[in-house]
């Protein structure tokens, strides 16, 4: 197993039981700004890394080292033979803890690379210190409906402030480290650039304090 101790942070031994406000509002932005920039998320990877050889303190933080040190430079350099263009990396993910600890990834991957990175997953996964113990550890899925998608991933929001994105919460149990993340390109700055051009505008919000029993 790799060690990743070296790699700890404050951020990555951080324990939460929820996605919180801003984190849910940039994954609900996020899937919509996907759609903008011509980068919709096509596909749902999940990992149950509770298959893995990987400690729950440490899965965070490979996960993110992964996403770092092998996807981003896959998608920015398709090889020569494959008929698509570089693209910058369009993804958010989620980590849940209820019962296994999984993480549930939805991706831009152009159609001609999708059998590629089915391919290599296990091995990078393997090289930040998580190497798949069973077949089972890793589910592709064609996200028909990206949005319904981002819906599924963001259950954990924290009760306070799911209604104010419409979203039905379900207790997604404790994780040790950043619970949830984006890829820079649907990022708020990406949002902001593109509120700016007209080209993507202002959600009317449910009140934060709608929830139910708030």
């Known amino acids: 197993m790799v060690d990743l101790r070296t790699a700890n942070s404050a951020a ?33 990877f999940t990992v149950n890394f509770s298959k893995t050889n990987c400690l729950a303190n440490f899965t965070s933080a490979a996960w993110q080292r992964l996403l770092a040190r092998h996807f981003t430079p ?61 077949p089972a550890a890793i589910d592709v899925r064609t996200a028909t409906s990206p949005r319904g998608a981002a819906y599924y991933l963001l259950k954990g929001t924290n009760p306070v402030y799911a209604a104010g994105l419409g979203v039905q919460p379900i207790p997604q149990g404790e994780v040790v480290g950043k619970r949830s993340g984006f890829s820079r390109s649907l990022g708020p700055s990406r949002k902001l650039a593109l509120r700016a051009a007209g080209q993507y505008s202002r959600r009317r919000y449910v009140s934060w304090s709608a929830a139910p029993g708030h």
Not at 21 to 32: D, G, L, M, T, W
Not at 86 to 112: K, T
Not at 118 to 127: A, D, F, H, M, R
Request: hydrophobic share 40%; glycine share 6%.
């Open 12 to 44: 990555s031994t951080r324990l939460s039981r929820h996605i919180n406000r801003k984190p849910a509002s940039n994954i609900y932005h996020a899937v919509r700004l996907a759609e903008a920039i011509g980068t919709p998320l096509t596909h749902l």
């Open 74 to 134: 896959w998608i920015r350099r398709p090889p020569k033979e494959v008929t698509v263009t570089a693209s910058e990396p369009a993804y958010v993910w989620v980590l849940e803890n209820s019962g296994d600890l999984g993480l549930h990834w939805l991706v831009h991957v152009p159609h001609q690379r999708l059998a590629d990175l089915e391919t290599k997953l296990p091995g990078w996964l393997s090289t930040v210190g998580a190497t798949p113990i069973e």
